[in-house]
Structure formats: structure tokens, C-alpha cells
């Protein structure tokens, strides 16, 4: 299973890689939102994790970007953007999940089997 990690913060980025890799997943990250969008128009991806604040290119114009070429990837929110309106914009603009840092690193990966899990079964 491949995931494309899209996050700004170097720190962020490599404790996800480290993490998810340990769990049996395959890894990309991408620190710039061009860089994120790119890899997420060109690669075949299970899922991708998104942060909304990104250098060049934001994740909510990532993401409505994504859906316009009319991927089904799933993608989850991972953004310290916490407020009710933020999570039901991500959500609205067709996130799967949305979940606010800082986070518990097994909830974002049940998070992410559960994601995984859909998206094998639709």
C-alpha cells in the first residue's frame, strides 16, 4: 500500500515516513504543496496525507484539484487548522477524514487502515 505524505514540517514529515514505513507502507513526502500536487496528479496512490498550510499551493486547493481530475483516492486532513468550520471545509471539499494535530500516532493509523479498508471495498 503506497501513501503520499504531503507536510511542510520537516519533523512532522519524517516521524509520519518512520511510522508508517514501520507499519508496512510504502512512503512518499512531499514538503511543497506543488511538489504534493504533482506527485498526487502522476502516481498511483492508496492514500494520501494532507496538511491544509503548505508552501505555493495550499492542501484545500490541492485537494479540489485532485477531485476536479477526478481521482477517488482517499485523502485525510492532518493540519493544525482545529476550528469546526476548518474540519467541515476539508470535509465538504472531499476529504475522507480530517484529524487536528498534535495526534496520537495509533489513532492516524487506525485512521489510516480504516481509510484503506474503504477503499479496497468500493
Partial sequence: MKVLIVEDETKT???LQK?????GYNT???QEGTDGLHLALTTDYDLIILD???PVVDGWQILQT???SGQSVPVLFL?????VEDRVKGLEIGADDYLVKPFAFAELLARVRTLMRRGRNS
Fill in 13 to 15: 514529515g519524517e516521524y
Fill in 19 to 23: 511510522g508508517l514505513r514501520e507499519a
Fill in 28 to 30: 512518499d513526502l512531499a
Fill in 52 to 54: 491544509v498550510m503548505l
Fill in 66 to 68: 485532485i477531485r476536479q
Fill in 79 to 83: 493540519t493544525a487548522k482545529d476550528s
